[in-house]
């Protein structure tokens, strides 16, 4: 399989929906944060030191005994089109694809271990897993960066940690996060003081694509804010423990909607799905809205038929991208709107 079809398939292994708490935990994910030894960090690096990095981390990689699972892309060998679908795809970050130069990214073929090379740090070793699966996560993106580590040689202090160009990374350079579900306690009116509590426990929460992008279709997610002082097995049982004080408080908002709402809960679900089955015009923020609402009508078994498997794969088919990565070309809004909506319709055809 080449890294063309990679990026135009319509699911990979974290979309998958058969992770534990996959009504309310989407992904889990973790990434870690490494620089190399003896070269400045990417913001005050020239192109020729950010080149030699590229070649120092494609020789590491090189080595890895399953080499022939992984993909080393050059950004600048990518068009537009493919860069945003590495966003889309959740594989690297928007900053990461504003300047390709000099800059790369590893994918394995199942899309569960990116690496990120000269974004804010030389390396973001990222392992994603469908639904609540922070430790495997964990133990992966730490397998990666043990590999790694035998071929280079990371900044690193006895006293702090890894050294990275942002202080908030320092130390351990883990950053552990989870997508989550949550229109029970958006409905109610709830989530502003779920988010502030968080807050107060130092975590945070972010919008679909992470820092800066907008929350959409009632997804969020939560990750730890302090990489420095506590070990990566700290950091990750407090967020797991956080994590599942949440899924209780949107199981318990769902339960609570369902007795309050009745049959308007049940009528907004199934308009959803009348509009997402015929639909001719949709954009890509109206069909993450009322996948959201399938998801939550599937979970309350209204919509026995469906999976979490094809309602992940929607939310990635209906990304602008995407679209224009099956379409093969670039597209106004008005088609890629009547394309999502033909995409749509056709997934949920045996559905219906």
């Known amino acids: 399989m080449s890294w063309e079809e990679i990026l135009q398939r319509p699911s990979s292994s974290w979309l998958d ?22 070269h400045l960090f990417p913001n005050r690096a020239g192109e020729r030191e950010l080149e030699t990095i590229m070649n120092e981390v494609g020789t590491a990689v090189d080595g890895f005994p399953d080499r022939n699972h992984y993909y080393f892309l050059p950004l600048t060998k990518l068009g537009p089109i493919d860069r945003q679908l590495l966003v889309e795809r959740h594989l690297t970050s928007p900053d990461h694809i504003k300047e390709p130069r000099q800059r790369g990214i590893i994918i394995r073929d199942d899309e569960g271990v990116s690496i990120m090379v000269n974004e804010e740090d030389h390396l973001r070793i990222q392992a994603l897993f469908s639904g609540f699966q922070l430790e495997e996560a964990w133990k992966l993106a730490g397998e990666i960066d043990d590999r790694l580590e035998r071929t280079l040689t990371y900044a690193y202090d006895e006293t702090y940690g890894y050294l990275t160009a942002c202080p ?16 029970g306690l958006v409905m109610l009116n709830r989530i502003g003081k779920v988010f502030a509590h968080l807050s107060q426990l130092g975590l945070v929460t972010r919008g679909l694509y992470g820092e800066g992008t907008e929350a959409l279709g ?10 420095l002082g ?21 199981r318990g908002a769902r339960r609570e909607l369902y007795r309050e709402m009745g049959d308007h809960l049940v009528d907004r679900v199934f308009r959803a799905y009348g509009l997402l089955t015929h639909a001719r015009l949709i954009s890509s923020k109206e069909a993450i809205n009322l996948i959201s609402d399938l998801r939550l009508g599937l979970d309350l078994n209204l919509l026995p038929q469906l999976n979490y498997q094809v309602l992940n794969e929607l939310l990635l088919l209906c990304q602008p991208a995407y679209i224009q990565k099956i379409a093969g070309e670039q597209q106004s809004a ?19």
Do not use: C, W
Not at 19 to 34: C, D, F, K, N, T
Not at 230 to 250: D, F, G, K, N
């Open 17 to 38: 929906g058969r992770g534990p708490e996959q009504e309310v935990v989407i992904s889990s994910r973790v990434r870690l944060a490494r620089n190399l030894a003896q």
């Open 168 to 183: 908030t990374n320092v130390g351990t350079g883990l950053r552990a996060s989870v997508m989550v579900h949550l229109p």
């Open 218 to 227: 009632n997804m969020f997610q939560i990750s730890n804010q302090i990489t």
């Open 230 to 250: 506590r070990s990566e097995e700290e950091l990750l049982a407090h967020l797991q423990a956080i994590t599942r004080q949440v899924i209780e408080q949107e």
């Open 334 to 352: 008005r088609e890629r709107d009547a394309k999502r909506a033909a995409l749509i319709r056709d997934r949920l055809k045996k559905y219906t």
